[in-house]
């Protein structure tokens, strides 16, 4: 299975196998959502609002032609459909639970709540970026930052595409321009945007790099996408779409840098000449679009916006996080070996029992990018395999190596030899503490 899919927008691995046991009925918790049925849960749900977006397949005898035609089929999309309802459930119910309250003043609290978001993120925009930013394989890192970038940005167009549709005008008379001012510049950046991943190396086909979105990306784009699709949750939507106008602004100047260092990009223009929000334009914006609404709908367009804004708010801050643990355990492959040889050594010297699983796989076998929900230990016992956790990256392992996956950090493998046979041990929390 290839790692990298271009021109091909269509195929979308996603480990159906896996759904077996994986319990989609109730929701996740707030300290679970970036385990493994998260992962799946966000690709398929991806998939199902993307079902009703333009891609264009390839020419005549083109793969794609294939693939296109299951993706775009009436039995696809409806069931892609009935699911949504399911994923939904399952993947944002936690936002729910421990939202901040609606501030109090009325639409001036929400404006100086939205101005209060903006200086706390400006002062510091990003973990994710200190990290790569630090990080000794600093193109590695840069490639992966973008890679998020790639699955993030598509949805936002979509999204407020989507919401440019309707026959709202006598309702709140500047929303439409408001809406499609915002799609027109990214429209206009989409030259920079194709120069900027070129220059990285990076292919700008639509999801070429499926297999190395973290889920934590997947979930701003479609919470975005969620709020898109159903207009009863406009109001939502549009305070999502200003908090991520803050993200992009307060993270330019940090993604710019890191072209730079890792790339040796001078000027990545994508980032470099991104017109930067000030707090009076935020708060200008924030009371353009609440103030026709509060006509109509009173207290309640106050809510609904502040709980779209917060749970972008909270979504962005799980996504940077996540980016930041995945880029230093990647930056720091060779301590993690070295770990997984103490802690294998302690296993069996010292005939610890933990939970084990043991793998015999055939040559070209390959594992779809996934997490565990636990630690776990990669020990070859026979035969060679390539692990990976980035793009372009071949990590060999033989007989004897081993290596440490943290629980929740993405990755996947193909065998090499005729047969690989490796065991993954399982490593409870106490003990990985040990080492």
């Known amino acids: 299975m290839e790692l990298v899919n271009e021109q091909n927008p269509f195929r979308r691995p996603v480990r159906p196998h896996d759904l077996g046991f994986l319990d989609y009925g109730k929701p996740l918790a707030a300290g ?102 630090g990080a000794r394989h600093r193109a590695d890192a840069a490639a992966f930052a973008l890679v998020q970038l790639t699955a993030v940005r598509p949805a936002v167009h979509s999204a407020v595409g989507r919401n440019l549709i309707g026959d709202y005008d006598a309702a709140h008379p500047t929303l439409r321009h408001l809406l499609l001012e915002d799609f027109r510049e990214r429209a206009d950046r989409a030259e920079d945007y194709r120069a900027l991943l070129a220059g990285a190396g990076l292919s700008d086909d639509p999801y070429a790099y499926w297999q190395f979105f973290l889920s934590s990306s997947l979930a701003g784009a479609n919470h975005l996408h969620r709020l898109a699709h159903d207009h009863e949750r406009v109001l939502e939507f549009l305070g999502a779409w200003v908090h991520h106008r803050i993200d992009e602004s307060v993270t330019a100047a940090g993604h710019a840098e890191l072209v730079r260092e890792g790339f040796g990009i001078e000027r990545p223009g994508y980032f470099a000449d991104a017109r930067e929000t000030t707090g009076q334009e935020l708060v200008e914006l924030t009371r353009a679009l609440l103030a026709p609404l509060l006509e109509r709908f009173g207290g309640q367009a106050l809510e609904s916006f502040h709980t779209g804004f917060e749970d972008a708010r909270r979504l962005a801050r799980v996504a940077d996080e996540d980016l930041a643990v995945q880029l230093d355990w990647a930056d720091r492959l060779d301590e993690y070996k070295a770990k997984a040889e103490k802690l294998e050594h302690r296993i069996r010297t010292e005939h610890i029992e933990v939970d084990l699983e043991t793998f015999v796989e055939s040559s070209e076998e390959t594992s779809t990018t996934h997490v565990h929900d636990d630690h776990r230990l990669v020990v070859v016992e026979v035969g060679q395999m390539h692990f990976w956790n980035n ?29 690989c046979t490796y065991h993954q041990p399982v490593i409870p929390e106490d003990m990985l503490r040990s080492v």
Do not use: C
Request: hydrophobic share 40%.
């Open 32 to 133: 679970d959502v970036l385990k493994l049925s998260g992962l799946l849960g966000h690709r398929m749900l991806r998939n199902v609002y993307d079902a009703d977006l333009l891609f264009l397949p390839g020419p005549a005898g083109h793969p794609s032609r294939t693939d296109a035609a299951a993706f775009y089929s009436a039995e696809n999309r409806l069931l892609g459909r009935r699911a949504a309802a399911v994923l939904e459930h399952h993947l944002f119910d936690w936002l729910s639970e421990g939202r901040e309250p609606l501030p109090g003043g009325g639409a001036r609290g929400l404006e100086e709540r939205v101005l209060g978001v903006f200086e706390e993120r400006r002062s510091r925009p990003s973990r994710a970026l200190e990290v790569a930013l």
């Open 391 to 419: 793009v372009g990256q071949r990590i060999p392992m033989s007989e004897g190596d081993k290596l440490l996956i943290p629980a929740e950090r993405l990755h996947g493998s193909v065998v090499l030899s005729g047969t």
